[in-house]
């Protein structure tokens, strides 16, 4: 995670496997890691990592977490031959799905991507969402600003520091979609502030070379979901929310 360290443990009397992220404690950052066993304590669904208990240790405090084998779903796709759309799917209608459980309870992620989907075995396995780090729970009347996230994945108002919302989830889904097809990221810039700009501005384009064998249906519903114009944007990713279907 960005900030602890996973370490694979295991269950002394059961021999049950967990991994344990040992997040060093300092007296400012109280609040933020309140906010993530919070948020992880309120979750229980077959695609999101639980969280089994959590504790102090010296100077760390460490969240056990329920152990997901086969690691990060990326390292399993680089190793499909001739990934196709079609081995994608699954794993978007999954994390949809999730997605789908952590906004009917009001808590958007702010930090999809690639390395916080966990796969539980290579065939046809769940996915798992991990990281909440950065995880809010979104109240009535009170705005919430996230100032941190990877820059290619973050939403234009992340990068123009005005409150997030649940379908912010949902830009961070269609730039994830647009990588996992092609392998390469619509707004990647030369450096971050290059990169911030290109999101802002909502920037982007499909490689005609690349994304030629995608599907139209795909396509679209990449182009839905990143909108920047504020007229629009809640309104078209909302309904996208609602959807959660690629197809």
């Given amino acids: 995670g960005a900030f602890g360290i996973i370490k694979r443990v295991t269950h002394r009397k059961?021999?049950?496997?967990f991994a344990a992220k040992y997040i060093r404690y300092k007296?400012?950052?109280k609040a933020d890691l309140q906010r993530e066993v919070t948020v992880m304590a309120k979750l229980e669904h077959a695609?999101?990592?639980q969280l089994a208990e959590t504790f102090l240790e010296t100077k760390f405090v460490v969240m056990v977490m329920e152990y997901v084998a086969m690691g990060e779903l990326l390292e399993h796709l680089v190793k499909v031959p001739d990934l196709s759309?079609?081995?994608?799917?699954?794993?978007?209608?999954?994390?949809?799905?999730?997605l789908q459980y952590i906004h009917s309870k009001d808590i958007v992620h702010l930090d999809i991507k690639p390395e916080n989907l966990l796969l539980t075995k290579s065939d046809s396995g769940q996915l798992k969402l991990c990281?909440?780090?950065?995880?809010r729970q979104l109240l009535p009347g009170t705005p919430e600003i996230c100032r941190f996230g990877t820059p290619e994945f973050v939403a234009p108002e992340t990068v123009a520091k005005e409150p997030v919302h649940l379908t912010t989830d949902i830009w961070?889904?269609?730039?994830l979609l647009y990588v996992l097809l092609s392998g390469v990221s619509p707004f990647m810039g030369n450096n971050d502030k290059e990169t911030y700009t290109r999101?802002?501005?909502?920037r982007w384009a499909f490689d005609q070379?690349?994304?030629?064998?995608?599907?139209?249906?795909?396509?679209?519903?990449?182009?839905?979901m990143l909108v920047v114009d504020p007229k629009y944007v809640l309104h078209l990713r909302h309904h996208l929310r609602a959807q959660y279907q690629l197809r």
Avoid at 14 to 17: A, D, N
Avoid at 90 to 95: E, G, I, K, T
Avoid at 209 to 224: C, M, P, Y
């Fill in 27 to 29: 007296p400012h950052r």
């Fill in 47 to 49: 695609g999101i990592v």
């Fill in 85 to 98: 759309e079609a081995d994608i799917v699954p794993y978007l209608s999954q994390l949809l799905g999730a």
């Fill in 209 to 224: 070379k690349i994304f030629n064998h995608i599907s139209n249906e795909a396509k679209d519903f990449i182009t839905k």
């Fill in 199 to 202: 999101v802002k501005a909502g």
């Fill in 131 to 135: 990281d909440f780090g950065l995880a």
């Fill in 14 to 17: 059961t021999g049950k496997k």
């Fill in 172 to 175: 961070s889904t269609g730039v």
